[in-house]
């Protein structure tokens, strides 16, 4: 299978997935716990937050969230869907290749990954080192996810990849520190971190180095 095309994501997969309530993925009281709990963590962490990239934004729900929780930060939405570009405004890109003059202190990147075939997986998840000098919050369904019973399929996309959770943490983990809820810190970053703050020990040295 090839990862999903620009025309994939029209105007009928959000009406689906976004805007009709009885279909819709998107919990208003889910995103609002998340966005509390991603950018209290952050601030506990000490990262610094003034650059926010949010690649593959959709409908913008973290535009708001970072207006309210980190107060004069600068939001960029990238977006792959042609249909929303037109509609939001938002700079057309995917996360496979998408460069930016500088990295940026915080990247979100939900619900975009398990779209992808596993070569162009890979190159996303190497050039989300490449965007972020600080935080990165990251939400993908894993095929541990199905295994356990806990995705609601009745609302997710059965077009999305079912890779292993170890095929994106393998991925990240040469540039990112896992801290666990979703947070990854870049390897970049100065910010002093205690080894039980990562989860499976990941404050030690990148794989390989």
């Given at each position: 299978m090839q990862s999903a095309s620009p025309q994939f994501f029209d105007e009928a997969y959000y009406r689906r997935f976004y805007f009709d309530k009885k279909t819709r993925v998107v919990d208003p009281?889910?995103?609002?716990?998340?966005?509390?709990?991603?950018?209290?963590?952050?601030?506990?962490?000490?990262?610094?937050?003034q650059r926010v990239l949010d690649i593959g934004c959709g409908i913008g729900l973290w535009r708001d969230a970072v207006a309210r929780h980190f107060s004069g930060a600068s939001y960029h939405g990238v977006e792959f869907?042609?249909?929303?570009?037109?509609?939001?405004?938002?700079?057309?890109?995917?996360?496979?290749?998408?460069?930016?003059?500088?990295?940026?202190?915080?990247?979100?990147?939900?619900?975009?990954?398990p779209y992808l075939a596993p070569p162009d997986l890979k190159r996303a998840l190497h050039?989300?080192?490449?965007?972020s000098q600080g935080a990165l919050y990251v939400e993908a369904v894993a095929r541990e996810d199905y295994e356990a019973d806990i995705v609601d399929e009745d609302v997710t996309d059965p077009a999305i990849f079912r890779h292993r959770a170890d095929l994106y943490r393998r991925g990240?983990?040469?540039?990112?520190?896992?801290?666990?809820?979703?947070?990854?810190?870049?390897?970049?970053?100065?910010?002093?971190?205690?080894?039980?703050?990562?989860?499976?020990g990941g404050c030690g040295r990148r794989p390989g180095g």
């Open positions: 009281q889910h995103f609002e716990r998340l966005g509390t709990f991603i950018a209290s963590y952050l601030k506990y962490l000490r990262v610094p937050v869907s042609d249909y929303l570009c037109g509609r939001y405004g938002w700079e057309r890109g995917s996360v496979v290749d998408y460069t930016a003059a500088e990295p940026f202190d915080f990247v979100v990147c939900q619900g975009v990954l050039n989300l080192g490449r965007l990240l983990a040469r540039h990112f520190k896992e801290m666990g809820g979703g947070v990854w810190l870049s390897r970049k970053a100065e910010v002093p971190v205690f080894a039980l703050e990562c989860a499976g």
